[in-house]
T-cell receptor, first 119, second 113 residues
Framework: AQTVTQSQPEMSVQEAETVTLSCTYDTSESDYYLFWYKQPPSRQMILVIRQEAYKQQNATENRFSVNFQKAAKSFSLKISDSQLGDAAMYFCAYRSPKLNTGTASKLTFGTGTRLQVTL | DSGVTQTPKHLITATGQRVTLRCSPRSGDLSVYWYQQSLDQGLQFLIHYYNGEERAKGNILERFSAQQFPDLHSELNLSSLELGDSALYFC????????????FGNGTRLTVT
């Protein structure tokens, strides 16, 4: 079974600085999808960024980028020019594309990293 | 706004009772997923429906059931409620079963007293 590990329960960053959130995962599959979701205090789950495992190029969405290291099974999120609105819980998630096993149905989430942004 | 609508936003009920949570997916999305998030926990997958059919079950208790209707909205039924069922219940939808990302609703906060 796939597992997702976020080893940093909490992180802090100053406004305008850069922070990197870590995520590792365990899988025997070669093709899969990885995601970062943000959960602000409003508790809404917001998709931040997505990476397909077959793509070597790291995904980027404005100030958010990932460092995808497939061999190391690592998928870190970098937030540049941090803003107060970035303060939230960040969840890393894994999804298998295999339809026949039923595992494609679910996102497997890590336990989350709470990011604080200070002035 | 993700386009996924969940009602009600909040629900307070007593132990032993039954409640129904409702989810309307984004327009055009065929898949609906239900997740449970207990206090300060990650999200636990409950169940997935695709175009009206159940596709996968996760850690869903026998006291819980769900269905997806022909108009693609979904309901999650929770019965014989226990204090430990208090949680945030999320519905998510996606265009298909595999490739599309999940878009989450704002959740229903269930409090069992």
């Amino acid at each position: 079974a796939q597992t997702v590990t976020q080893s940093q329960p909490e992180m802090s960053v100053q406004e305008a600085e850069t922070v990197t959130l870590s995520c590792t995962y365990d899988t025997s599959e070669s093709d899969y999808y990885l995601f970062w979701y943000k959960q602000p205090p409003s508790r809404q789950m917001i998709l931040v960024i997505r990476q397909e495992a077959y793509k070597q190029q790291n995904a980027t969405e404005n100030r958010f980028s990932v460092n995808f290291q497939k061999a190391a099974k690592s998928f870190s999120l970098k937030i540049s020019d941090s803003q107060l609105g970035d303060a939230a819980m960040y969840f890393c998630a894994y999804r298998s594309p295999k339809l026949n096993t039923g595992t494609a149905s679910k996102l497997t989430f890590g336990t989350g990293t709470r990011l604080q942004v200070t002035l | 706004d993700s386009g996924v609508t969940q009602t009600p936003k909040h629900l307070i009920t007593a132990t032993g009772q039954r409640v129904t949570l409702r989810c309307s997916p984004r327009s055009g999305d065929l898949s609906v997923y239900w997740y449970q998030q207990s206090l300060d926990q990650g999200l636990q997958f409950l169940i997935h429906y695709y175009n009206g059919e159940e596709r996968a079950k996760g850690n869903i208790l026998e006291r819980f059931s769900a269905q997806q209707f022909p108009d693609l909205h979904s309901e999650l039924n929770l019965s014989s409620l226990e204090l430990g069922d208090s949680a945030l219940y999320f519905c998510a939808s996606s265009r298909d079963r595999v490739n599309s990302p999940l878009h989450f609703g704002n959740g229903t906060r269930l409090t069992v007293t």
